[in-house]
């Protein structure tokens, strides 16, 4: 059984920083294309940060320069560091895992709070 469970989240004033961490447990993070969202109250779940297979990054532009995806592939592990954080980065995020084959696993999220 696969389950992704994501850490990390809190509460941090503005202008603070926080790493998300997600583990997965009967997945390989290094074998799918693994990917944060994040849902904020009252909208649409929407990208952050993409990571493929191959390594290659892809950052949509609420994460650009403030953000970074890795994997930790030692611990099994996805990260999400955020910089310079703004209350409207305030929401719910998810990790999820994709692959070629139909594969689509989603964790169960983390909440982040953003003070001014």
């Known amino acids: 059984q696969v389950e992704l469970v994501e850490s990390g989240g809190g509460l941090v004033q503005a202008g603070g920083s926080l790493t998300l961490s997600c583990t997965g447990d009967g997945l390989s993070v290094a074998d799918y294309g693994m990917n944060w969202y994040r849902q904020a109250p009252g909208k649409e779940r929407e990208l952050v940060a993409s990571?493929?297979?191959?390594?290659?990054?892809y950052y949509t532009d609420l994460a650009k320069v403030r953000f970074t995806i890795s994997r930790d592939y030692e611990s099994n592990v996805l990260l999400l560091q955020m910089n310079k954080l703004k209350p409207e980065d305030t929401a719910i995020y998810y990790c999820?895992?994709?692959?070629?084959?139909?594969?689509?696993?989603w964790g169960r999220g983390t909440q982040v709070t953003v003070s001014s």
């Open positions: 999820n895992a994709r692959n070629l084959w139909g594969a689509d696993y």
């Open positions: 990571v493929g297979d191959h390594g290659s990054r």
